[in-house]
Protein backbone atom coordinates (compact mmCIF):
# COMPACT_ATOMS: atom_id res chain seq x y z
CA UNK A 1 0.00 0.00 0.00
CA UNK A 2 0.99 3.64 -1.03
CA UNK A 3 1.79 5.09 2.24
CA UNK A 4 2.24 8.25 1.29
CA UNK A 5 -0.63 10.83 2.94
CA UNK A 6 -1.61 7.65 4.33
CA UNK A 7 -3.46 7.86 7.84
CA UNK A 8 -3.11 5.27 10.39
CA UNK A 9 -7.16 5.36 11.68
CA UNK A 10 -7.61 5.57 15.67
CA UNK A 11 -10.24 3.44 17.51
CA UNK A 12 -10.45 4.05 21.53
CA UNK A 13 -11.97 1.05 23.04
CA UNK A 14 -13.91 0.03 26.33
CA UNK A 15 -16.11 3.34 26.67
CA UNK A 16 -18.64 3.99 29.92
CA UNK A 17 -19.20 7.43 29.93
CA UNK A 18 -21.17 9.61 27.25
CA UNK A 19 -18.80 12.48 28.15
CA UNK A 20 -15.73 10.63 27.03
CA UNK A 21 -17.43 9.83 23.91
CA UNK A 22 -17.58 13.09 23.01
CA UNK A 23 -14.26 14.04 23.67
CA UNK A 24 -12.88 11.23 22.11
CA UNK A 25 -14.68 12.35 18.84
CA UNK A 26 -13.14 16.00 19.42
CA UNK A 27 -9.79 14.59 19.60
CA UNK A 28 -9.99 13.13 16.55
CA UNK A 29 -11.27 9.21 16.99
CA UNK A 30 -12.55 7.17 13.89
CA UNK A 31 -13.83 4.64 15.77
CA UNK A 32 -15.42 4.41 19.25
CA UNK A 33 -15.69 0.71 20.75
CA UNK A 34 -17.78 -0.64 23.37
CA UNK A 35 -17.05 -4.03 24.96
CA UNK A 36 -20.33 -6.30 26.07
CA UNK A 37 -18.04 -9.20 26.49
CA UNK A 38 -18.90 -10.88 29.75
CA UNK A 39 -16.65 -10.26 33.28
CA UNK A 40 -15.09 -7.54 31.49
CA UNK A 41 -13.91 -4.13 33.95
CA UNK A 42 -15.25 -2.29 30.77
CA UNK A 43 -18.70 -4.11 29.91
CA UNK A 44 -21.93 -1.95 29.36
CA UNK A 45 -25.34 -2.93 29.42
CA UNK A 46 -26.85 -2.22 25.62
CA UNK A 47 -29.47 0.35 27.02
CA UNK A 48 -26.06 2.20 28.53
CA UNK A 49 -24.41 1.42 24.94
CA UNK A 50 -27.62 3.85 23.09
CA UNK A 51 -26.63 7.03 25.39
CA UNK A 52 -22.92 6.69 23.89
CA UNK A 53 -24.16 5.80 21.06
CA UNK A 54 -25.81 9.51 20.63
CA UNK A 55 -22.73 10.78 21.97
CA UNK A 56 -20.86 10.23 18.77
CA UNK A 57 -20.03 12.55 16.53
CA UNK A 58 -21.09 12.49 12.63
CA UNK A 59 -18.21 10.34 10.60
CA UNK A 60 -17.11 7.90 13.27
CA UNK A 61 -17.76 4.58 13.54
CA UNK A 62 -19.49 2.67 16.47
CA UNK A 63 -18.03 -0.96 17.31
CA UNK A 64 -19.27 -3.51 19.41
CA UNK A 65 -17.03 -6.13 20.80
CA UNK A 66 -17.97 -9.50 22.06
CA UNK A 67 -16.08 -12.55 23.60
CA UNK A 68 -18.04 -15.77 22.71
CA UNK A 69 -21.39 -14.02 23.60
CA UNK A 70 -24.86 -16.20 22.84
CA UNK A 71 -26.08 -15.24 19.58
CA UNK A 72 -29.51 -13.33 20.90
CA UNK A 73 -26.97 -11.01 22.70
CA UNK A 74 -24.98 -10.00 19.92
CA UNK A 75 -28.24 -9.60 18.32
CA UNK A 76 -30.16 -7.61 20.85
CA UNK A 77 -26.92 -5.35 20.93
CA UNK A 78 -27.02 -5.08 16.80
CA UNK A 79 -30.76 -4.08 17.17
CA UNK A 80 -30.35 -1.09 19.98
CA UNK A 81 -26.76 0.36 18.68
CA UNK A 82 -27.17 -0.25 15.38
CA UNK A 83 -22.73 -0.25 15.30
CA UNK A 84 -21.26 -0.27 12.05
CA UNK A 85 -18.61 -3.01 12.45
CA UNK A 86 -18.53 -5.51 15.28
CA UNK A 87 -15.53 -7.24 16.79
CA UNK A 88 -14.91 -10.88 17.56
CA UNK A 89 -12.25 -11.87 20.07
CA UNK A 90 -13.29 -15.34 21.26
CA UNK A 91 -14.00 -18.71 19.38
CA UNK A 92 -16.86 -17.55 16.90
CA UNK A 93 -16.77 -18.81 13.30
CA UNK A 94 -17.10 -16.72 10.04
CA UNK A 95 -20.94 -18.08 9.87
CA UNK A 96 -21.10 -16.42 13.08
CA UNK A 97 -19.82 -13.43 12.78
CA UNK A 98 -20.89 -12.76 9.13
CA UNK A 99 -24.78 -13.98 11.02
CA UNK A 100 -25.63 -10.44 11.66
CA UNK A 101 -25.45 -8.73 8.61
CA UNK A 102 -22.89 -5.83 10.00
CA UNK A 103 -19.31 -6.23 9.17
CA UNK A 104 -16.74 -7.81 11.49
CA UNK A 105 -13.46 -7.61 12.28
CA UNK A 106 -11.45 -10.58 14.08
CA UNK A 107 -9.50 -10.76 16.61
CA UNK A 108 -6.40 -12.57 16.28
CA UNK A 109 -5.09 -13.68 20.35
CA UNK A 110 -1.18 -13.47 19.00
CA UNK A 111 -0.47 -15.19 22.40
CA UNK A 112 -2.36 -18.26 20.38
CA UNK A 113 -1.73 -20.67 17.40
CA UNK A 114 -3.72 -19.03 15.49
CA UNK A 115 -1.11 -16.37 14.97
CA UNK A 116 1.98 -19.04 13.98
CA UNK A 117 -0.33 -19.85 10.85
CA UNK A 118 0.24 -18.81 7.58
CA UNK A 119 -2.05 -15.45 6.27
CA UNK A 120 -4.01 -17.67 3.93
CA UNK A 121 -5.26 -20.01 6.97
CA UNK A 122 -6.84 -16.23 7.99
CA UNK A 123 -8.43 -15.87 5.18
CA UNK A 124 -9.60 -19.47 4.54
CA UNK A 125 -10.88 -20.06 8.19
CA UNK A 126 -12.60 -15.81 8.40
CA UNK A 127 -13.33 -15.32 4.53
CA UNK A 128 -16.26 -12.69 5.44
CA UNK A 129 -13.99 -10.90 7.86
CA UNK A 130 -13.37 -7.02 7.00
CA UNK A 131 -10.28 -7.35 8.38
CA UNK A 132 -8.17 -8.56 11.22
CA UNK A 133 -7.44 -6.89 14.70
CA UNK A 134 -3.61 -8.50 16.22
CA UNK A 135 -4.25 -8.34 20.18
CA UNK A 136 -1.72 -9.44 22.22
CA UNK A 137 -4.18 -11.72 24.56
CA UNK A 138 -3.73 -15.53 24.16
CA UNK A 139 -6.50 -17.84 22.75
CA UNK A 140 -9.24 -17.95 25.03
CA UNK A 141 -7.74 -14.54 26.85
CA UNK A 142 -9.45 -11.40 27.23
CA UNK A 143 -8.16 -8.56 25.39
CA UNK A 144 -8.38 -4.64 26.79
CA UNK A 145 -4.95 -6.11 28.88
CA UNK A 146 -2.37 -3.35 28.64
CA UNK A 147 0.32 -5.59 27.36
CA UNK A 148 2.32 -5.96 24.09
CA UNK A 149 3.07 -8.79 21.96
CA UNK A 150 6.19 -8.84 19.58
CA UNK A 151 4.91 -7.23 16.41
CA UNK A 152 7.48 -9.37 14.50
CA UNK A 153 5.02 -12.21 14.68
CA UNK A 154 2.24 -10.15 12.66
CA UNK A 155 1.95 -12.38 9.82
CA UNK A 156 3.76 -11.16 6.63
CA UNK A 157 1.51 -10.73 3.40
CA UNK A 158 -2.22 -10.33 5.51
CA UNK A 159 -4.58 -9.67 2.45
CA UNK A 160 -7.30 -7.35 4.45
CA UNK A 161 -6.81 -4.42 6.63
CA UNK A 162 -5.23 -5.40 9.63
CA UNK A 163 -5.83 -3.17 12.97
CA UNK A 164 -2.80 -3.30 15.38
CA UNK A 165 -3.58 -3.42 19.16
CA UNK A 166 -2.51 -4.71 22.65
CA UNK A 167 -0.51 -2.67 25.07
CA UNK A 168 -0.34 0.65 22.53
CA UNK A 169 0.59 3.74 24.61
CA UNK A 170 1.92 7.46 23.57
CA UNK A 171 5.25 6.29 24.00
CA UNK A 172 5.33 3.47 21.64
CA UNK A 173 2.62 4.17 18.97
CA UNK A 174 4.65 5.87 16.89
CA UNK A 175 7.68 2.89 16.77
CA UNK A 176 4.85 0.08 16.52
CA UNK A 177 2.85 2.22 13.53
CA UNK A 178 6.70 2.44 11.57
CA UNK A 179 7.09 -1.17 12.58
CA UNK A 180 3.83 -2.60 11.30
CA UNK A 181 2.31 -0.20 8.75
CA UNK A 182 -1.43 -1.05 10.21
CA UNK A 183 -4.45 -0.01 8.91
CA UNK A 184 -5.75 1.34 12.22
CA UNK A 185 -4.75 1.15 15.96
CA UNK A 186 -6.46 0.17 18.67
CA UNK A 187 -6.28 1.29 22.47
CA UNK A 188 -8.06 1.19 25.32
CA UNK A 189 -6.06 0.87 28.62
CA UNK A 190 -3.27 3.53 28.47
CA UNK A 191 -5.72 6.14 27.50
CA UNK A 192 -7.48 5.54 31.20
CA UNK A 193 -7.23 6.49 34.47
CA UNK A 194 -8.81 3.56 35.53
CA UNK A 195 -10.92 0.44 33.92
CA UNK A 196 -13.38 2.21 31.59
CA UNK A 197 -12.92 5.70 32.47
CA UNK A 198 -11.02 8.00 29.52
CA UNK A 199 -8.76 10.72 30.22
CA UNK A 200 -8.59 13.73 27.56
CA UNK A 201 -5.15 14.39 27.97
CA UNK A 202 -3.76 10.80 27.43
CA UNK A 203 -5.98 10.57 24.09
CA UNK A 204 -4.60 14.04 22.97
CA UNK A 205 -0.94 12.51 23.59
CA UNK A 206 -2.23 9.50 21.66
CA UNK A 207 -3.65 11.30 18.77
CA UNK A 208 -0.69 12.83 18.52
CA UNK A 209 1.74 10.19 18.33
CA UNK A 210 -0.11 8.44 15.58
CA UNK A 211 -0.06 11.68 13.84
CA UNK A 212 3.47 12.21 13.83
CA UNK A 213 4.10 8.75 12.71
CA UNK A 214 2.10 9.20 9.69
CA UNK A 215 4.21 12.45 9.35
CA UNK A 216 7.00 10.63 9.07
CA UNK A 217 8.60 9.69 5.66
CA UNK A 218 9.49 5.92 5.12
CA UNK A 219 12.89 5.33 4.14
O1 LIG B 1 -11.31 -4.30 26.82
C1 LIG B 1 -11.70 -5.35 27.36
O2 LIG B 1 -12.00 -5.39 28.57
C2 LIG B 1 -11.84 -6.61 26.54
C3 LIG B 1 -12.39 -7.75 27.13
C4 LIG B 1 -12.52 -8.91 26.39
C5 LIG B 1 -12.11 -8.97 25.08
C6 LIG B 1 -11.55 -7.82 24.49
C7 LIG B 1 -11.42 -6.65 25.21
N1 LIG B 1 -10.84 -5.51 24.63
C8 LIG B 1 -10.35 -5.53 23.30
C9 LIG B 1 -9.91 -4.25 22.70
O3 LIG B 1 -10.35 -3.86 21.65
C10 LIG B 1 -8.80 -3.47 23.33
O4 LIG B 1 -8.87 -2.16 22.89
C11 LIG B 1 -7.50 -4.08 22.87
O5 LIG B 1 -7.44 -5.36 23.45
C12 LIG B 1 -6.33 -3.27 23.34
O6 LIG B 1 -6.38 -3.14 24.73
P1 LIG B 1 -5.15 -2.51 25.52
O7 LIG B 1 -4.04 -3.49 25.50
O8 LIG B 1 -5.70 -2.33 26.90
O9 LIG B 1 -4.82 -1.20 24.89
Not at 45 to 65: K, Y
Not at 78 to 100: K, N, T, W, Y
Request: aromatic share 8%.
Amino acid sequence: MNRILFRTRIKFCGFTRPGDVRLACELGADAIGFVFARNSPRRIEPEEARAMRQALAPLVDAVALFMDNPVDEVREVVRQIRPSLLQFHGDEDDAFCRGFGVPYLKAIPMGGELAQQHPAALHTRYPGAAGFLFDSHSAGGAGGSGKTFDWGRIPAGVQKPYVLAGGLTADNVFDAIIATLPWAVDVSTSIESAPGLKDGDKMRRFVEEVRRADCHVLD
